[in-house]
């Protein structure tokens, strides 16, 4: 297995929905979101075979986590990986809203 030779690098891509992980150049991961009124429902984040292991999925979902913080918005957890991550990270708790049924029918509409 080859070392990168730059850091990872995470952005949001608004059009999609959702933030990405960059390693040398190459998409290797996302965490998909959806906005609902102030809070970013976060449903899906998958990291590729070809980067698994590496923590790649903390540090962006860490990353994502601090943009929602940054934008004034708060964090619903729907995806398993976002709600296991902060449960491990207690200093986003301020900012994390409960998946009620509600945020679940909503967020099911939305994805269609």
């Known amino acids: 297995m080859s070392q990168s030779s730059a850091a990872p690098t995470v952005e949001r891509a608004d059009a999609r929905h959702r933030y990405?992980?960059?390693?040398?150049?190459?998409?290797?991961?996302?965490?998909?979101?959806?906005?609902?009124?102030?809070?970013?429902?976060?449903?899906?984040?998958?990291?590729?075979?070809?980067?698994?292991?590496?923590?790649?999925?903390?540090?962006?979902?860490?990353?994502?986590?601090?943009?929602?913080?940054?934008?004034?918005?708060?964090?619903?957890?729907?995806?398993?990986?976002?709600?296991n991550y902060l449960k491990k990270h207690e200093e986003f708790a301020d900012i994390t809203d409960p998946v009620t049924p509600d945020i679940q029918r909503w967020l099911k509409a939305e994805l269609g």
């Open 20 to 83: 990405e992980i960059f390693v040398d150049g190459e998409r290797a991961g996302l965490t998909a979101y959806r906005d609902h009124d102030d809070q970013r429902v976060f449903y899906h984040t998958e990291i590729d075979d070809t980067h698994a292991g590496q923590g790649l999925a903390a540090q962006l979902v860490r990353q994502a986590l601090t943009d929602v913080r940054d934008l004034g918005k708060r964090i619903v957890p729907v995806c398993p990986y976002v709600a």
